[in-house]
């Protein structure tokens, strides 16, 4: 009887710790599959480690809310996957942006120097960053009825 309840117990903790543990890559989803919605795949290519995780913000299209405090759609972070990291949004079909970037020390933070980014980071149509930020109009793009998948080149300052 002793024997058995230690069974028991041992395994409600393994279900526990599995529970707790980040999700895979394939799992990372945001929003619910249904009626009217889309799936958005999102992967992140050039992914230069597996240390921390890597953000994927979705934005909806309004220019004034993208990477504005506040202004997401929607957030997918998962157990970075090196050289490629994906994840999905269920999403209404129109026009989007997304923004991603690789928290490798998983603070939940986008380190950076005054000018200089610390951690990897990329936009949807792999929009440039020449000189700051790029418009919305350059990251923007559409997911059909049938869903989407989109790839997004990190981008790495050292």
């Not at 117990?9 to 009217?36: H, K, N, S």
């Not at 405090?69 to 050289?83: D, M, W």
Request: aromatic letters at 10%; proline letters at 4%; hydrophobic letters at 40%.
């Amino acid at each position: 009887m002793r024997v058995h309840r230690l069974v028991v117990m041992l395994g409600g903790f393994a279900a526990i710790a599995l529970a707790t543990q980040p999700a895979r890559a394939a799992d990372a989803c945001d929003g619910v599959a249904g009626t009217g919605k889309a799936k958005l795949t999102v992967v992140a290519e050039g992914v230069r480690s597996a240390a921390g995780e890597v953000a994927f913000t979705l934005y909806d299209d309004d220019k004034s809310r993208f990477l504005a405090k506040g202004g997401k759609a929607g957030r997918v972070r998962t157990a970075s996957i090196a050289p490629r990291t994906s994840a999905c949004f269920w999403v209404t079909p129109g026009h989007y942006a997304v923004a991603i970037y690789h928290d490798e020390n998983g603070d939940r933070k986008f380190n950076r120097t005054l000018t200089t980014p610390k951690e990897g980071f990329g936009f949807s149509n792999d929009a440039p960053t020449t000189f700051g930020l790029p418009s919305f109009a350059k990251v923007r793009f559409v997911v059909p009825e049938g869903g989407t998948t989109i790839r997004i080149r990190m981008r790495y300052a050292r």
